[in-house]
């Protein structure tokens, strides 16, 4: 079982940066593969970023939409995996989530992950 607590939203202006943390409980957080996802109201669930478990080489994947500006990384020996966001634009705003999944694999879709935190919610001012 793992829980994953997520902080550092907050609001920006367009052209700022946020560094979204997620907080992981568990004694094998390194053979999770871990992502990122945001969600706005009324819409589904958007993949964001991923990384893959240490066993499987940790390889980071983005969406089209964030890559080169934002950056998934980890921290296992805090067991913390980070969202770095530069270059917010107002497309950016939703409720962004940390998931986890105990697998070795690279995974795009929220119905691959068992476990989510509870949210943090990002807002970029235009």
């Known amino acids: 079982q793992v829980q994953l607590v997520e902080s550092g939203g907050g609001l920006v202006q367009a052209g700022g940066s946020l560094r979204l943390s997620c907080a992981a409980s568990?004694?094998?957080?390194?053979?999770?593969?871990m992502g990122w996802f945001r969600q706005a109201p009324g819409k589904e669930r958007e993949f964001v970023a991923g990384?893959?478990?240490?066993?499987?080489?940790?390889?980071?994947y983005y969406a089209e939409s964030v890559k080169g500006r934002f950056t998934i990384s980890r921290d296992n020996a805090k067991n913390t995996v980070y969202l770095q966001m530069n270059s917010l634009k107002p497309e950016d705003t939703d409720v962004y989530y940390c998931a986890a999944v105990e697998s070795y694999g690279y995974y795009y879709s929220d119905r691959q992950y068992d476990y989510w935190g509870q949210g943090t919610q990002v807002t970029v001012s235009s």
């Open positions: 990384r893959g478990s240490n066993r499987s080489g940790g390889r980071t």
């Open positions: 568990g004694r094998t957080f390194s053979s999770y593969a």
